[in-house]
């Protein structure tokens, strides 16, 4: 069974810093892309940043540029966004994205594509509050 378990959300300060984790299993984790999504109170889905099968190349949305960084660690199967500078605006569920096998989503995909070919873990909620 393909799975994709976040962790490492909390209730930060402005500011501050966290660092998310996606565990995988199911499947041959350095075969895809992984991506980041995350899902602000009452709005859609948005995707944050993407990094390839090695590690060695990765993308952010704008809305992150210079703040957020994807990494992996293939050995352990893991995935992270480690995030600094967090506001206000950075409050949301995120979640960790498999790609697709069939119809690969490429650098910056879509939230609906997102939705319709990815695979999603349960997400985990990151709050910035003072």
């Known amino acids: 069974e393909v799975r994709l378990v976040e962790s490492g959300g909390a209730l930060v300060q402005p500011g501050g810093s966290l660092r998310l984790s996606c565990v995988a299993s199911?499947?041959?984790?350095?075969?895809?892309?992984i991506y980041w999504a995350r899902q602000a109170p009452g709005e859609g889905f948005e995707w944050v940043s993407s990094?390839?099968?090695?590690?060695?190349?990765?993308y952010h949305a704008d809305s992150v540029k210079g703040r957020f960084t994807a990494s992996r660690d293939n050995a352990k199967n893991t995935a992270y966004l480690q995030m600094n500078s967090l506001n206000f605006d950075d409050t949301a569920k995120y979640y960790c994205?498999?790609?697709?096998?069939?119809?690969?989503?490429?650098?910056?995909?879509?939230?609906?594509?997102?939705?319709?070919?990815?695979?999603w873990g349960q997400g985990t909620q990151v709050t910035v509050s003072s």
């Open positions: 994205v498999r790609d697709s096998p069939d119809a690969p989503m490429g650098w910056v995909p879509s939230a609906d594509v997102l939705r319709r070919d990815g695979v």
């Open positions: 990094i390839n099968a090695d590690g060695g190349a990765k």
């Open positions: 199911g499947f041959t984790f350095s075969n895809y892309f």
